[in-house]
């Protein structure tokens, strides 16, 4: 596996990025990925069928010029901003085996990660929900996962020095919480993950190996991504 620790100028090109990293594996089978990027601003991302009228407070979002996008993978809508670390996983689907099924890879990948972090953190860390990861109950990372015939995309975000206070402001309570969350708001069901950024890249290289580093970034599909879908309100806004 190579690893592409890419952090592009804008949210919709680092989108665009992770989808055009798979895209790519699927038509020319070019190889697993792990890729990292870091915000450099504030931004809402959307669930594929997210509505952005009940998950989000759209008047505060355009009153504070944070821009609210879409990505390709389900889960619910998130606040990204400075203080999160977002990674993509593109792996080849095998049959039989660990991802063979959306359920089962994310059991596999989760456990993967917990293990990676609990070695780091020398204190328990737990997976809540199907796709999250916890101390104690309090949410530090979500991820999602979209599927092509042959290859699939795992991402995420892990809350390292983010301001949790703004959550409030700019999304509404989500409309499918995990039976975990027992009704908390934003502040009280997340928590930052008192790591640095390096730590958990270091880690995460070494859970997979994924010493080599990945030169050929897919440009050109970022480009025609961007030009298609992230940049566009009719995407980004669409329900």
Request: net charge positive; aromatic share 8%; proline share 7%.
């Amino acid at each position: 596996m190579r690893t592409l620790d890419l952090t592009l100028p804008t949210p919709e090109e680092n989108l665009a990025c992770d989808e055009a990293l798979l895209r790519r594996a699927e038509q020319n089978g070019s190889g697993e990925v792990l890729r990292f990027w870091e915000p450099r601003r504030y931004f809402v991302v959307l669930g594929l069928s997210d509505s952005h009228r009940t998950e989000t407070r759209p008047r505060n979002c355009r009153t504070r010029g944070v821009p609210i996008l879409r990505r390709c993978s389900g889960g619910g809508a998130v606040l990204q901003g400075p203080g999160c670390l977002n990674f993509a996983l593109i792996l080849r689907i095998r049959k039989p085996g660990p991802l063979e099924n959306i359920s089962s890879t994310n059991r596999f990948i989760l456990e993967r990660h917990r293990r990676a972090l609990e070695t780091l953190l020398a204190r328990p860390v737990n997976i809540q929900g199907s796709t999250d990861l916890a101390l104690g109950n309090l949410k530090f990372s979500g991820n999602s996962q979209r599927r092509t015939l042959n290859w699939l995309l795992f991402h995420g975000t892990f809350l390292l020095r983010f301001d949790l206070s703004r959550m409030e402001s700019l999304l509404a309570f989500p409309s499918r919480p995990p039976p975990y969350r027992r009704g908390r708001n934003h502040s009280r069901f997340l928590t930052n993950l008192p790591l640095l950024s390096g730590q958990i890249k270091k880690a995460l290289q070494e859970a997979w190996d994924a010493g080599e580093p990945l030169r050929a970034v897919p440009s050109k599909e970022i480009s025609q991504l961007l030009e298609n879908r992230y940049s566009r309100p009719d995407w980004n806004l669409r329900n």
